[in-house]
């Protein structure tokens, strides 16, 4: 079965910044992976995916992630980040017909 | 963007009331999961369903039941409420090949039982 590690729980980033999530899999094939964001009191809303080609992924509000293969990591990226990317961000992995795991969540505080 | 509805938002009810929380779609999506989150931790998938009349329990035991009469609905209940209920429950649906598609949610029903 497949697993999601996200090692950190919170990250605190300057607004202008840059910013990376790590996110790490298990999973003897490759899998599908996403990142989902979610803002307080909302549900989870789509960042980007990837399937398989290009290991560079563009997503929206300007995220972008990379697959690593060889690290079994897919880490989320975005070079100048916004007061308004203040959420939670969930990692997640699909394989085959069953449903997605997901990782714990990295929660994002931005100050000014 | 999304068409998946959740009712109610919040519900504060007392240990062993009887509960339905409600989740529409209204994409024909043929996937519906549900999932429940505590603070800090990740999401975990109770139960889900491919289909009507098809239902299935994910890795999270869990004391509730669900049902898929109709495609667009798909309610869980707790037979008899108790504190360790206390989440939030986030409702989603998909179409496709479940492990590689995108999940629409739901904004959630934040549960406390008192």
């Known amino acids: 079965a497949q697993s999601v590690t996200q090692p950190d729980i919170h990250i605190t980033v300057s607004e202008g910044a840059s910013l990376e999530l790590r996110c790490n899999y298990s999973?003897?094939?490759?899998?599908?992976l996403f990142w989902y964001v979610q803002s307080p009191g909302q549900g989870l809303q789509l960042l980007l995916k990837?399937?398989?080609?290009?290991?560079l992924v563009q997503g929206i509000k300007g995220f972008e992630a990379e697959f690593k293969r060889s690290q079994s990591s897919f880490n989320l990226r975005k070079p100048s980040v916004h007061w308004s990317d203040a959420a939670e961000y969930f990692c997640?992995?699909?394989?085959?017909?069953?449903?997605?795991?997901f990782g714990k969540g990295t929660r994002l505080s931005v100050i000014a | 963007e999304a068409d998946i509805y959740q009712t109610p938002r919040y519900l504060v009810i007392g240990t062993g009331k009887k509960i339905t929380l409600e989740c529409s779609q209204t994409?024909?999506?043929?996937?519906m999961y549900w999932y429940q989150q505590d603070p800090g931790m990740e999401l975990h998938l109770i139960h889900y369903?491919?289909?009507?009349?098809?239902?299935e329990k994910g890795d999270l035991s869990s004391e509730s039941t669900v049902s898929r009469i109709r495609t667009e609905h798909f309610p869980l209940t707790l037979e008899s409420a108790r504190p360790s209920h206390t989440s939030q429950y986030l409702c989603?649906?998909?179409?496709?090949?479940?492990?590689?598609?995108?999940?629409?949610f739901g904004s959630g029903t934040q549960l406390s039982v008192l």
């Open positions: 999973y003897g094939a490759t899998p599908y």
């Open positions: 997640a992995v699909g394989a085959g017909n069953t449903p997605l795991v």
């Open positions: 989603a649906s998909s179409v496709g090949t479940a492990g590689g598609e995108k999940l629409f």
């Open positions: 994409m024909g999506h043929d996937k």
């Open positions: 990837y399937f398989s080609g290009d290991t």
């Open positions: 369903s491919y289909g009507v009349n098809s239902t």
